[in-house]
């Protein structure tokens, strides 16, 4: 079972930090093992199998979640929150591709040669054209291994389109993105108040999403997505994944 990191407070790619281990409603606590004698002998009802860690108070006020684990929903769980977001949707995607695509019949007519980038308008773009001619913002931050897979290709080969109808796409290589200790999973941010956190099997399907406003998960985000919007590049081919 993947753990999904929560956050840390340390700068330098140290401990500690905090994990979540999905589907147990447990979180993992990294730090420094607590050897002090003196310490150990006043801990309670100590079992062979625990072991013990000191974290600063920082960690666990800043991104200890104080709600319920949410539960999954299916993604039209979220579709009204695309129109109804009051000034930015932002999307962080660090798959290495996706089913949907695969199984759709423009991932056909790309494999073929076809060029794919402008595409008649569909549901999507249409809501996306609607809302940003209102205002809003529709961004997204998109992970490219090196060199990059078939499905980031496929991506690359479309965004135009997405472009077009008014969403800025940005692109960030997978190195730095461990660099900058963003989330190995994707989510959806909407208004900085509500996350939606996707799901996905083996096979890249999407088995759907976990909705949250709970404050320390938001927060997260929100830094991921500061960080993330800062270092990555319009043009792919300014991540140095040998797009060029």
């Known amino acids: 079972m993947t753990l999904r990191f929560i956050g840390t407070t340390s700068d330098d790619g140290n401990c500690p930090a905090l994990y979540e281990i999905p589907g147990t409603g447990e979180i993992l606590v990294q730090g420094n093992r607590e050897t002090d004698p003196e310490h150990l002998v006043q801990l309670r009802d100590v079992q062979a199998i625990e072991t013990f860690v000191r974290v600063p108070r920082d960690l666990l006020s800043q991104y200890a979640p104080r709600t319920a ?3 999954l929903q299916p993604f ?11 000034h930015t ?26 060029d794919i980038a402008a595409e008649p308008p569909n549901a999507w773009r249409e809501n996306v054209a ?14 490219l291994d090196e060199p990059a897979t078939d499905g980031q290709r496929f991506l690359l080969a ?14 960030l290589t997978r190195t730095r993105a461990r660099e900058l200790r963003l989330p190995e999973h994707d989510f959806w941010l909407f208004d ?35 960080a993330a919007w800062h270092h990555a590049a319009r043009n792919p ?6 797009l060029t």
């Open 158 to 171: 479309s965004a135009p389109g997405n472009r077009a109808a008014g969403e800025d796409i940005r692109y």
């Open 76 to 86: 039209s769980a979220i579709a009204a929150l695309f129109r109804e977001f009051r």
């Open 69 to 71: 684990a949410p539960e």
């Open 89 to 114: 949707a932002w999307r962080l995607e660090t798959r290495r591709g996706y089913a949907t695509d695969r199984d759709s019949a423009k991932w056909a007519r790309w494999q073929a040669g076809e």
């Open 192 to 226: 900085s108040r509500v996350l939606a956190r996707f799901a996905f099997d083996e096979n890249d399907a999407t088995l759907g999403v976990y909705v949250t406003e709970d404050p320390p998960e938001v927060l997260s985000a929100c830094q991921s997505r500061d």
């Open 237 to 242: 081919g300014g991540t140095s994944t040998g």
């Open 130 to 143: 609607e809302q940003t001619a209102a205002g809003k913002r529709f961004e997204r931050v998109r992970l």
